[in-house]
């Protein structure tokens, strides 16, 4: 069994994915949608998925030293900022309990993993995913379907924050 496996079931009452092509427009359409939301008061986190081999790690630098000694897991710690590597992959469900423990958003966007299930969903671009709602430069009818998704998932009618 994998030591990160999940035992207690993961709510994605606050979570919902946006999906298109490469270039479609994602990165573009989430930075307005928590853009507008931070405005409203509600707390946002995003997950990016990248389908290919990826570090954000440096090689060379201190935390890349720690992980290549053998560190599972390196902590990078400054006034402004804490990120946190893992040297491996993880599974969606828990990145999302993880973000839900610590950062205690309103919301968490994901962007891609359009084959997720339980996630309610966004196309964008010529992208089809079935029950998604058809973004087609309707912002304001998105940022309202997105509120009703999170009011109809939590039972609350606005931001915990």
Same mark, same amino acid.
């Given at each position: 069994m994998n030591e990160n496996a999940i035992t207690t079931p993961v709510k994605l009452h606050n979570v919902?994915?946006?999906?298109?092509?490469?270039?479609? *427009?994602?990165?573009t359409l989430i930075v307005k949608i928590i853009e507008q939301l931070k405005k409203e008061g509600y707390e946002v986190a995003t997950? !990016? &998925?990248? +389908?290919? !081999?990826?570090s954000i790690d440096e090689k060379g630098k201190d935390t890349w030293r720690h992980a290549d000694a053998g560190a599972g897991a390196v902590v990078a710690l400054s006034e402004d900022e804490t990120a946190i590597i893992f040297k491996e992959g993880m599974e969606l469900?828990?990145?999302?309990?993880?973000? &839900?423990?610590?950062? !205690?958003?309103?919301?968490?966007?994901?962007?891609g993993k359009k084959e997720e299930?339980?996630? +309610?969903?966004?196309?964008? *671009?010529?992208?089809?995913? &079935? *029950?998604a709602f058809r973004y087609e430069e309707n912002f304001e009818?998105?940022?309202?379907?997105? !509120?009703?998704?999170? &009011?109809?998932?939590? *039972?609350?009618?606005? +931001?915990?924050?």
């Open positions: 919902i994915g946006v999906c298109g092509y490469h270039n479609s *427009g994602k990165t997950i !990016k &998925n990248i +389908p290919r !081999k990826f469900e828990l990145v999302i309990k993880l973000l &839900n423990e610590t950062a !205690k958003p309103d919301l968490i966007i994901v962007e299930k339980g996630i +309610p969903k966004i196309a964008i *671009g010529d992208i089809t995913v &079935n *029950g009818e998105l940022i309202e379907w997105i !509120k009703a998704t999170l &009011n109809s998932s939590s *039972g609350r009618a606005s +931001p915990l924050h």
